[in-house]
T-cell receptor, first 112, second 115 residues
Framework: DADVTQTPRNRITKTGKRIMLECSQTKGHDRMYWYRQDPGLGLRLIYYSFDVKDINKGEISDGYSVSRQAQAKFSLSLESAIPNQTALYFC???????????FGEGSRLTVL | AQTVTQSQPEMSVQEAETVTLSCTYDTSESDYYLFWYKQPPSRQMILVIRQEAYKQQNATENRFSVNFQKAAKSFSLKISDSQLGDAAMYFCAYCHGGATNKLIFGTGTLLAVQP
């Protein structure tokens, strides 16, 4: 089983729908991240959490929210999806403050 | 703010040859880390190599090595004896040292390996 698991792997939805992307990890890391990948733009940070009670906005947090339900779980929500949120979303964990990230397999979201 | 620049959107190399991917970064910090991540078609992000800024010696992992030029803020990745399985998107990434570090990625270089 993967150490960092994202669900769903792929999702197609319509404009205005609420979407939740879930991430769970078995690595025991406190730090978790949500990134968005777009062609030509690389990976951009949406939200990050350094422990269960710590949530921080990244560079592109508008239109997104997160919930850190437990050390192992970090969910990303789109309250009202729009087409320009079509992207590949990655969850990642970090070993301490090492900078080394462990990624999930990504969730491809398409908003029509 | 720190930035990471990869100026080569696409590169191509013949199998068994050597290729170098470029990366430059901008920071005023003295304590930081640099990384190269690989994303094959399976889309899984995989750490290739890591470099601590305080280390003068260039990091090496098997066929992968870096040329870290701290004064020039340059961090290139050299892949020797290229294999078909090296075909992927490669991302350069930076994070500063300390408790509040976050990884900042470049825009990526798509590497094709020709048989």
């Amino acid at each position: 089983d993967a150490d960092v698991t994202q669900t769903p792997r792929n999702r197609i939805t319509k404009t205005g729908k609420r979407i939740m992307l879930e991430c769970s990890q078995t690595k025991g890391h406190d730090r978790m991240y949500w990134y968005r990948q777009d062609p030509g733009l690389g990976l951009r940070l949406i939200y990050y959490s350094f422990d269960v009670k710590d949530i921080n906005k990244g560079e592109i947090s508008d239109g997104y929210s997160v919930s850190r339900q437990a050390q192992a779980k970090f969910s990303l929500s789109l309250e009202s999806a729009i087409p320009n949120q079509t992207a590949l979303y990655f969850c990642a964990t970090e070993a301490g403050a090492s900078g080394e990230l462990f990624f999930g397999e990504g969730s491809r979201l398409t908003v029509l | 703010a720190q930035t990471v620049t990869q100026s080569q959107p696409e590169m191509s190399v013949q199998e068994a040859e050597t290729v170098t991917l470029s990366c430059t970064y901008d920071t005023s910090e003295s304590d930081y880390y640099l990384f190269w991540y690989k994303q094959p078609p399976s889309r899984q992000m995989i750490l290739v190599i890591r470099q601590e800024a305080y280390k003068q010696q260039n990091a090496t992992e098997n066929r992968f090595s870096v040329n870290f030029q701290k004064a020039a803020k340059s961090f290139s990745l050299k892949i020797s004896d290229s294999q078909l399985g090296d075909a992927a998107m490669y991302f350069c990434a930076y994070c500063h040292g300390g408790a509040t570090n976050k990884l900042i990625f470049g825009t990526g270089t798509l590497l094709a390996v020709q048989p």
